[in-house]
């Protein structure tokens, strides 16, 4: 049986949790801030793009769509002032679930100068895309781990949490224009 200091503790963590989890659902953005109307008939109807948006801190869908064949993004929330973000892009599955060097599509190491880092990639295809990438704090140019969990920030498209492990499919992006965040587990 739990002492009386063991209760009042797991009561207190218990509404830290629930009131926390309250606020978090009020602070998030409601789809509707995100959809426009749609009317096939009219010549201006708007692109997908447009109809379908997520915010920065949490998405990966086009906002900003590019010329013909280019793929850029911004990584944002990144941490750390020092080493470099190091950015793969895969274009299909295997190669994406495997961490495959052989299979990338596109490959870039970008200097951080602050908070955001911001890579294109011009006529890279048609897609669809999944992106990694990972701040090589150390220099050494793998994503360094303590044990199992990784000690450097990390991310890729469909990544929604640090925890998120998205298939291909829930990670692929189109041409265009994205935003994605950088994890720390700290």
């Known amino acids: 049986m739990p002492s009386f200091k063991q209760t009042?503790?797991?009561i207190a963590v218990s509404t830290v949790i629930v009131i926390g989890g309250a606020y978090m659902a009020y602070e998030m953005p409601s789809i509707s801030e995100y959809v426009v109307s749609y009317d096939s008939s009219s010549s201006n109807a708007a692109t997908v793009s447009e109809i379908v948006r997520e915010t920065p801190e949490?998405?990966?869908v086009a906002t900003n769509?590019?010329?013909?064949?280019?793929?850029s993004f911004t990584i944002h929330g990144i941490e750390r002032s020092y080493g470099k973000v190091i950015v793969m892009v895969y274009g299909d599955e295997d190669s994406y679930r495997n961490y495959d060097p052989n299979g990338l599509l596109a490959y870039e190491e970008l200097s951080i100068n602050s908070g955001t880092v911001t890579v294109s990639f011009e006529n890279i295809g048609e897609g669809p895309f999944a992106i990694t990438f990972f701040q090589d704090e150390d220099g050494n140019g793998d994503l360094t781990l303590q044990g199992e969990y990784p000690?450097?920030?990390?991310?890729?498209?469909g990544m929604k949490t640090p925890y998120s492990e998205p298939s291909f499919e829930k990670a692929?992006?189109?041409?265009?224009?994205?935003n994605f965040k950088m994890h720390y587990l700290k």
Do not use: M, R
Not at 65 to 71: C, E, I, K, R
Not at 151 to 157: L, V
Not at 172 to 178: C, I, N, P
């Open 8 to 10: 009042v503790a797991g």
């Open 58 to 60: 949490f998405g990966d």
């Open 65 to 71: 769509p590019v010329s013909g064949s280019d793929l």
């Open 151 to 157: 000690i450097e920030g990390y991310g890729g498209s």
């Open 172 to 178: 692929s992006v189109g041409l265009g224009s994205h």
